[in-house]
């Protein structure tokens, strides 16, 4: 099945400074490599997406790269604000016996953005 | 809010208590999913629901049996659980295959089974 390896697994960085989160992943057959946020309390919530027809994905300060060949993806963000910490994660997915997506997730990354 | 609910947001059970968890999605999609979220580990798939057929089971303990009457509710009966079985279970909807990929995050029960 399919493996989802992120780093680092904590990051601090100041504010207005990037932050940069990597993934790796096993299963060629994956084409759809979404990012997740969670806060404290909270389930995760989509933030951005990129499909493997695609290298580069741009979103305000955030953005995705997508590298099929090396089979690793990276979060980009940019000019950092105390509310962008959170717990980041990737995922990796692939289309599943009925249709439906099913999502692999690396173990997330821990940020904080220091006033 | 994602426009999917779960309740109760915190049960604390015992290991012979029968509870079960359930969440509503208002968003019209087909797909319902539940995952495990412990401490230092990734999102674990439990299972997965596509159009009220259960599509996937990530070999999960019989002690979880999952229910979706409808594309809009999905239930976890709870029974006979262990102290690891605490975790914070979320319920995630999609829309099918072709129509949208992205998956959509309920706020989770955080389960403590003591």
């Known amino acids: 099945g399919e493996n989802v390896e992120q780093h680092p697994s904590t990051l601090s960085v100041q504010e207005g400074d990037s932050a940069v989160i990597k993934c790796t992943y096993s299963?060629?057959?994956?084409?759809?490599f979404p990012w997740y946020k969670q806060e404290l309390g909270k389930g995760p919530q989509l933030i951005i997406d990129?499909?493997?027809?695609?290298g580069e994905k741009k979103d305000q300060r955030i953005a995705v790269t997508l590298n099929k060949t090396a089979k690793h993806f990276s979060l980009h963000i940019t000019e950092t604000q105390p509310e962008d910490s959170a717990v980041y994660f990737c995922?990796?997915?692939?289309?599943?016996?009925?249709?439906?997506?099913?999502?692999?997730f690396g173990s997330g990354t821990q940020l904080t953005v220091l006033p | 809010e994602t426009g999917v609910t779960q309740t109760p947001r915190h049960l604390v059970m015992g290991m012979t208590n029968k509870k079960s968890l359930k969440c509503e999605q208002h968003l019209g999609h087909n797909a319902m999913y539940w995952y495990k979220q412990s401490a230092k580990k990734p999102l674990e798939l439990m299972f997965v629901?596509?159009?009220?057929?259960?599509?996937e089971n990530n070999s999960v303990p019989s002690r979880f049996s999952p229910e979706c009457p409808n594309s809009s509710h999905l239930f976890l009966h709870l029974h006979t659980l262990q102290p690891e079985d605490s975790a914070l279970y979320l319920c995630a909807s999609s829309q099918d295959e072709g129509q949208g990929y992205e998956q959509y995050f309920g706020p989770g029960t955080r389960l403590t089974v003591t």
């Open positions: 995922a990796a997915s692939r289309v599943g016996a009925g249709s439906a997506r099913q999502l692999t």
């Open positions: 629901y596509n159009f009220k057929e259960q599509t």
């Open positions: 990129i499909r493997s027809n695609v």
């Open positions: 299963d060629s057959a994956s084409n759809y």
